[in-house]
């Protein structure tokens, strides 16, 4: 028999159908284990029709790893427990988890409702290890790779027992910073405000909350109003605002002036602006962004222009450029960006700075 201290410590293993091309729970999951300070040595993803293969990872699982996590469909219940008891030489108990000698396993459902907890599973495996931790949850937007790394470095060298989850979602990232408990409070206070230093201009909370929702927080404590007009993002801004329960207090109202027509008629932007600086401008982002805010029926405006892809327009102008204005009583901002990236990745990664920039405005 392999002693378990010779064997990798984590398998995490999804079993899906030729339909479920994605478990999107998976990323949740994987986030939920790093912040309690699992992490797995191998992810594996088996199509569950493929006996052959799973067989064959069920046999490495117990000759290779001590904690075994499977993810799958609760029809493949009753078949997986049987095989791998057999194969272990134990029983599962009423909550879907096998401990044995040579090593654990753990079955969570995909579409149970009593199913087996993520943080179930973490509590048992530290447990079994005699470790607990604790984490903390950091809302950055943008914020460059390189000065990510500097903060965390820095950290370290404050606080040399962290870990830390990155999970970034066009641009908009959750950072969570994994500590052990026995780590003197102060000194983790004193680590963390070194994160919070570096990367502050790129924050907006330090908590898991989402930017939109982050956002008609603020507005709400402001008592402040929002209006949007939007050219190539095509309404995105204002959809994510108006998906936040309780965005009706805040959210006036939000145009999506597509064609140079439409920023005429509907926001005032000047024809010369458009005809010698184009749609795609700092120019017309401002006047974009003027156009809502001088009809005083909102606090704070966003305005975005820009050209998506695949193609450029009909000028010099290259793919990935954007503006976005915000407009306040006290004037207006224009911010430029040129971002490579397919079509999606550049307007979702706008639309996550419009709503940032919006959040440090009336900060």
């Given amino acids: 028999m392999t002693s378990q201290s010779n064997r990798n410590k984590n398998l995490f293993l999804v079993l899906r159908n030729k339909k479920i091309n994605k478990f999107e729970v998976t990323s949740v999951l994987l986030d939920k284990f790093a912040n309690s300070g699992i992490y797995f040595d191998k992810v ?124 970034s979602h066009f641009g908009d990232c959750k950072v969570e910073i994994v500590y052990k408990d026995e780590i003197p409070k102060s000194t983790f206070d004193k680590a963390f405000r070194v994160i919070l230093s570096e990367l502050n201009e790129y924050a907006y909370a330090i908590e898991d909350v989402p930017l939109a929702a982050r956002l008609i927080q603020l507005l709400k404590l402001r008592r402040m109003k929002i209006a949007v007009a939007e050219s190539f993002t095509g309404g995105g801004v204002g959809k994510r605002l108006v998906e936040i329960p309780g965005a009706s207090e805040v959210f006036f109202e939000g145009l999506n002036t597509y064609s140079n027509k439409s920023k005429a008629l509907r926001l005032g932007v000047d024809e010369l602006t458009l005809k010698h600086y184009g749609a795609v401008s700092d120019k017309t982002a401002a006047e974009m962004a003027e156009g809502l805010i001088s009809g005083g029926d909102c606090d704070v405006a966003v305005s975005t222009t820009g050209i998506a892809g695949p193609k450029s327009d009909n000028t010099n102008k290259p793919v990935g450029l954007f503006y976005i204005g915000i407009a306040t009583a006290e004037g207006v901002s224009v911010y430029k960006y040129n971002l490579g990236g397919s079509r999606e990745e550049i307007t979702e990664t706008a639309i996550n700075l419009a709503l940032f920039l919006a959040f440090k405005t009336i900060k």
């Fill in 44 to 167: 594996s993803y088996i199509n569950f029709e493929d006996s052959t293969e799973i067989t064959e990872t069920l046999r490495e699982c117990k000759s290779k790893y001590v904690n075994t996590v499977i993810v799958c469909p609760e029809v493949m219940g009753t078949t997986l427990k049987s095989y791998i008891s057999e194969l272990y030489g134990a029983e599962f108990n009423e909550l879907n988890v096998l401990k044995s000698d040579v090593g654990d396993v753990f079955i969570t459902f995909i579409d149970a409702e009593n199913k087996l907890l993520c943080e179930d599973i973490c509590s048992a495996i530290n447990k079994k290890l005699g470790r607990s931790f604790g984490s903390v949850c950091l809302r950055t937007v943008c914020a460059p790779y390189e000065k990510m790394n500097s903060a965390f470095e820095k950290a370290k060298n404050v606080c040399g027992d962290l870990e830390f989850n990155v999970n």
